[in-house]
């Protein structure tokens, strides 16, 4: 008799965590639920399941939601897949580089979501079909031109650039703000020259700009 695969279900609203239990595989067994970030660690600490479905957008902790979980929680040889009604590449990206080896939108049905924790207990990565084209198009973008690069990286001061690193990857001002022992109203401060300087006009382009130089 084959082993169910384990899981672990993180979402802040009880009745989507419910349904979603209700309309997995009979394949999957699920140890456990938690609604906070906080919650989410000590759960999966404990219970060590296959697979944890994640939300991306989580209360408690320093704010940094499902990426946040993934960063500070000892996951052992527990996988993630990211489970959010998000789409944004800011959420994509940030929990992605966290750690996280899929992410499905919550329009996924019971059979959807089901395949996709047992591929991501098998070891390879799955996203929502309108996401696979983003993440192929971010990750596998090629190279600006080093001196290019380097030209418009010299616009930046040291803290700038570590400061575009950080916002890039995901994080939240509130952690970039405890990462470099900084206040938020400065990260706020240094998030606005690094976009008028390279002439952006959001994280998002941010984010895709530090992923066409291969930055992160």
Request: aromatic share 4%; hydrophobic share 45%.
């Amino acid at each position: 008799m084959t082993e169910r695969l384990t899981v672990v279900i993180v979402d802040d609203h009880s009745i989507f965590r419910s349904g979603l239990r209700a309309d997995l595989d009979d394949a999957l067994e699920v140890l456990g639920e938690a609604a906070t970030v906080d919650e989410a660690i000590e759960t999966i600490e404990r219970l060590q399941p296959d697979v944890v479905l994640l939300d991306v957008h989580l209360p408690g902790g320093q704010g940094g939601g499902g990426a946040e979980v993934l960063r500070r929680a000892k996951l052992g040889r527990t996988r993630a897949l990211a489970l959010s009604v998000s789409d944004s590449a800011e959420d994509v990206v940030g929990v992605i580089r966290a750690g996280a080896r899929g992410y499905i939108t919550k329009g996924s049905s019971g059979p959807q979501v089901s395949r996709a924790v047992a591929t991501i207990a098998g070891g390879d990565a799955v996203f929502s079909p309108r996401l696979a084209g983003f993440v192929l198009d971010a990750f596998g973008a090629p190279a600006g031109e080093q001196a290019e690069t380097d030209a418009e990286l010299d616009r930046l001061s040291k803290r700038e650039r570590e400061v575009m690193r950080f916002i890039a990857r995901g994080f939240a001002y509130k952690e970039v703000a405890a990462e470099l022992f900084i206040s938020i109203k400065t990260v706020e401060t240094h998030v606005s020259a690094v976009l008028r300087k390279l002439q952006l006009s959001s994280r998002h382009e941010l984010t895709a700009w530090a992923l066409e130089r291969k930055l992160l």
